[in-house]
């Protein structure tokens, strides 16, 4: 008796070994010795043709379905809801209308950011030396006016859409009216940040006048959006509220609106109709600003250069070298999109 106990023992031990080596479920080793001491001959269950292909999606088993699997949610089928056929990723396409870009048109394109900067630049110049008292705001006053008759007279010259009821005679009614009104608030304005201390001023000049250069619009600079408009010309007031006079302040408000408002009309008129006249025009802008940086600061005229720089050719070859890492995904887990004209249902 204790010989066939030892005997039973040892076999159930070599079955365990036996199933543990197969990798078969425990499931199956309980039927058999189920089976087993009912007296039966080890018969196991039988599973559904489906059932082994929903476990074949999970548990990687190759045994495939004898009921195709279908993408339709109309139809009950024998499978999970997490079942994924091995036909999913035949329609996978990669970096579908993907646009592959050239340097110099990257970097033709970056300048107009450069040219930003500089007028940014430019503004903040001017600003310094009339609060040294090295600029006249008669000299600048007239000199802005010159500039925009100038501006004005190309602008015309170029040619290009103009809309049906503008005439130059409303032009030149729109500008007194400017100068009018700015000339008659200057008092105001110059005073008007009396009870605010001068950092407060200057922080908030320069975080208005970095938000213009966030907000601008650089693919369609004319006319200049609203946001970055009224951001450049709030910190310009704010600006020319520390200068030391009332016409100070008008001429600084001036020279402000024919920078931040005239010119990109006049620059994007360019672009347009004289495409090779825009690369110029942006590097002298640049070289009068980082010039005129240059005789009130070395430092100041050095950072800007870098900047300038960075902008316009170090940003645009970052730009390609990270394009070769783009990778976007389409297949038929994508949103669908209608192509077709639906407009006739409108009516």
Not at 229 to 234: G, R, V
Not at 262 to 273: G, I, Q, Y
Request: with cysteine; proline share 5%; aromatic share 8%.
């Amino acid at each position: 008796m204790l010989n066939v106990t030892k005997l039973n023992r040892k076999r159930k031990k070599t079955d365990n070994a036996t199933w543990r080596e197969s990798g078969a479920p425990h499931w199956l080793k309980s039927d058999k010795d189920k089976g087993r001491r009912h007296g039966g001959a080890g018969r196991l269950r039988t599973l559904p043709t489906a059932s082994v292909g929903a476990m074949g999606a999970d548990g990687g088993s190759e045994a495939a379905p004898a009921t195709p699997w279908r993408k339709v949610l109309y139809e009950r089928q024998p499978f999970p809801d997490n079942y994924v056929d091995s036909r999913f990723l035949e329609e996978l396409r990669r970096n579908v209308g993907v646009r592959r870009y050239r340097y110099c048109a990257v970097a033709r394109e970056a300048g107009l950011v450069a040219q930003q900067v500089s007028c940014v630049a430019a503004v903040l110049t001017l600003w310094s030396y009339m609060a040294q008292g090295r600029l006249s705001p008669f000299m600048l006053l007239g000199a802005s006016l010159l500039c925009a008759l100038l501006g004005y007279v190309l602008y015309e010259a170029l040619g290009g859409p103009r809309g049906s009821e503008r005439t130059r005679w409303a032009d030149l009614q729109s500008a007194a009216i400017f100068l009018a009104f700015t000339f008659g608030f200057s008092p105001i304005l110059k005073t008007l940040t009396e009870s605010v201390s001068t950092d407060t001023v200057y922080a908030m000049s320069a975080v208005m006048l970095l938000a213009h250069l966030v907000s601008f619009p650089y693919a369609q600079p004319s006319p200049p959006g609203s946001l970055s408009l009224n951001a450049a010309l709030f910190g310009s007031v704010c600006l020319a509220s520390r200068l030391p006079g009332a016409l100070h302040a008008f001429a600084m408000l001036t020279c402000a609106l024919l920078v931040f408002a005239l010119w990109p009309c006049l620059l994007h008129r360019l672009r347009n109709r004289a495409p090779w006249t825009f690369p110029w025009a942006a590097v002298l802008l640049s070289l009068a600003a980082v010039t005129g940086l240059a005789t009130l600061s070395l430092g100041g005229a050095l950072l800007l250069v870098l900047a300038l720089l960075a902008l316009t050719l170090l940003c645009p070859l970052l730009l390609l070298r990270l394009q070769r890492h783009k990778d976007n995904i389409h297949g038929p887990w994508d949103e669908a999109e209608i192509h077709e004209d639906l407009s006739r249902f409108l009516h």
